[in-house]
């Protein structure tokens, strides 16, 4: 093949492999196989697991599903499913088998106005979710429920729906608020519509990898839409196997406190259409997909596999080793950043070159033995590749490359042992200790994102953040006076970024493209081909490129929240994704519909105010069929009680109420008509 290196062919056939590859990659867990493609109220998108910046003491958990909503995907709006176990899995102590901690949720979804075809009108929900939540501490042998009927937020549909006297007439973000609870167990949980947080130019890479797009241009083709999230915050000692804080942690990277984190959703195995439309499900549960680290099955596993993948839990992961390795042994991804293979058919990815002759000794393109030669010398005794500690993980076998740094990225974590150090204070060895930055290890086997719970955050706000993560992290533990000149183990910012678990703002798909690239291999000291083995500056015109490397898309389309769930409530169906927004112009006060409707005594009751806005006084009009206690209270935006502007016994019949209020300050306001101590309607009141 090297011959034909440029030839038609040759193209042709790269052109082939990417269109059944690259192309179908890139989009985290959005539709990436082709049974979950067809069940999108099951599939996974993200997983998200970093310690909380503005509560350190606790770990957030993200799960998105889902993926790719429309935010006008009306009159049935998107949310979670009926008759799926959503589940978040974390596992924190190898000594036992499977999961240590499970948290299950199941949603249940009513029409509370069947009449109107409409999603909300007149305070009504169609298709209302509430969710329970549940949790095992013991690999799923029992279950206890710490939330039985939590909220999810309606759909954000526009502003007549939303904030409208005519709908819910509340702020979206009031409701998106309301509907974090407090598990009996002491989590935090938010489950709701959410802007999506992943971040990618799907309309570049599915063109044949044109990632970044050569003719410029890109775009996050994930902006506007929605995606459903799960959010847990739970305290790190929930989470750590003893039951033991951050403050006991010997270091900030203590390996006790180092957990794996994934999520999937099941059905039960059968389904059955009943003729008057409705369906019965019954039979075991089945899990129909999963996700640990993003774009495993989007960019490692090959199409023929990825159904295969998602029916497969973690801890299967060894025991199908055979059926998987070579996809991380050899990723095809490799395939287009090898020059001598089909690099030339993908010039977006021109700057990510494989190691060919780091050192001039090791081959870690596709096919070729990396470290393998090394396998039971003297040179790799004590450390991670020695056989009597993980060698026969990390070194398996010849022909199996990038077994030492993609498989353990993926499957097992990165332990604090060389050569898994940085290359500062290696003099020129790879394989001798360095500068440590890493030890996420969790040698399960299985495909998860591990996080390293008691390695400090970096403050969002901070000029040493980086999207770049643990590259960030690297970069300085090599190049900065401030920690290259010793090897102890030191914080460096963006050491909690991914790989070592993952926050919403980590530029996932730059950073595995680089991996993929090997820019992991030279952080350890097995640097690009352009080094010669023993000059001062191993910062070469390669290395530069790889780290200097660009999807063209490099942050979300909004800014993330400061606090829990931290993710961004969702787009709006009248707004920039779902047509031209415009202004809400419905008059605040409406007449009541006949309230018999909706169940109260004063079953024709009506209520109108006038004029609105107001400046020294508001009248009230109302009519009552049946003799009654009847008020009318007015509250401040923030829920205080301001002012009665009519309370006592009232006839039946039509009454008229001038409330006069000079001293009012101008502003918005509440009028909570009440037959009694029943709420009857809330009006949305403004003083000019």
Known sequence: MKNLKFNKIKTLLCAIAVLASVSAATASSHREAPMISNDPLADN????????????????????????????????????????????????????????????????????????FFNIRLGQQNL?????????????????????NGTVPPPNIGPRSIEGTAGLNAPYSSLFNNAIATAASGEKVFCGTADD?????????????????????????????????????????TLQKNGQGVAAATNILDGDFVIGVWASASRQQIKTLIANGTEVHSGPWIQVSRLGMPLTNEAVIPIGKKDLWNSLTPYQDLAYLDT??????????????????????????????????????????NGKNGLFGLKGSPAVAGTALDDALFGTLLLPAAGSPRSVDLWPIFHTGVPNLAPYHLATGKGGNPLANGKPFINNFLPNGGDMLRLNMAVPVTPRNSPAFSSEGLINAA?????????????????????DG??????????VTRIELQAVSGVVLAAIGLWYDDYVAGAPNPVTPKLVNVLSYSTGVDTNDVAFSAIFPYVQMPWRG???????????????????????????SNSNLLVTCYPNPFVT?????????????????????????????????????????????????AGNYIAKAMDGNTLIKSLKLTKN
């Open 45 to 116: 998108a993200d997983v998200y697991a970093f310690r909380s910046p503005n509560d350190t003491n606790k770990i957030t958990l993200i799960a998105t599903y889902v993926p790719m909503q429309a935010a006008h995907g009306g009159p049935n709006y998107y949310s979670f499913g009926e008759n799926i176990r959503y589940e978040i899995h974390i596992d924190n102590n190898t000594a036992s088998a499977g999961d240590d901690i499970t948290y299950r949720f199941t949603f249940t979804k009513v029409n509370q106005d069947p009449t109107t």
């Open 128 to 148: 209302k979710t509430t969710y329970m939540l549940e949790r095992s501490l013991n690999g799923g042998i029992s279950w206890t429920t710490i939330i039985a």
């Open 197 to 237: 947080p992943f971040f990618v130019d799907l309309g570049g890479v599915f063109d044949l990898g044109d990632l970044p797009r050569q003719g410029g241009g890109p775009k996050d083709g994930l902006k506007f839409l929605n995606v459903s999230v799960i959010a847990i915050q739970v305290d790190i000692s």
């Open 324 to 365: 998987f390795k070579n996809f991380f042994y050899n990723p095809e991804l490799a395939l287009y950043m090898d020059d001598s293979l089909f690099g030339g058919a993908v010039p977006a990815f021109t700057p990510l070159r494989i190691q060919r002759n780091s050192l001039q000794a090791f081959d870690f393109g």
């Open 475 to 495: 970069v300085l533990g090599l190049t900065d006076p401030l920690y290259n000149g010793n090897t102890n183990i030191q914080f460096i910012p963006n050491m």
């Open 498 to 507: 991914f790989p070592n678990g993952r926050r919403l703002e980590d530029d």
């Open 574 to 600: 009248t707004g920039e994704g779902g047509g031209l927004a415009t202004a809400f112009t419905q008059a605040p006060c409406l007449d009541a519909a006949p309230l018999g409707l909706l169940g109260l």
């Open 617 to 665: 006084d508001l009248t009230f009009k109302f009519m009552l069929k049946k003799a009654g206690i009847f008020k009318i209270e007015i509250y401040d935006i923030q829920g205080r009680l301001v002012s009665v502007a009519a309370e006592g016994k009232y006839a039946a019949g039509e009454h008229t109420v001038i409330w006069q209020n000079a001293a009012l300050p």
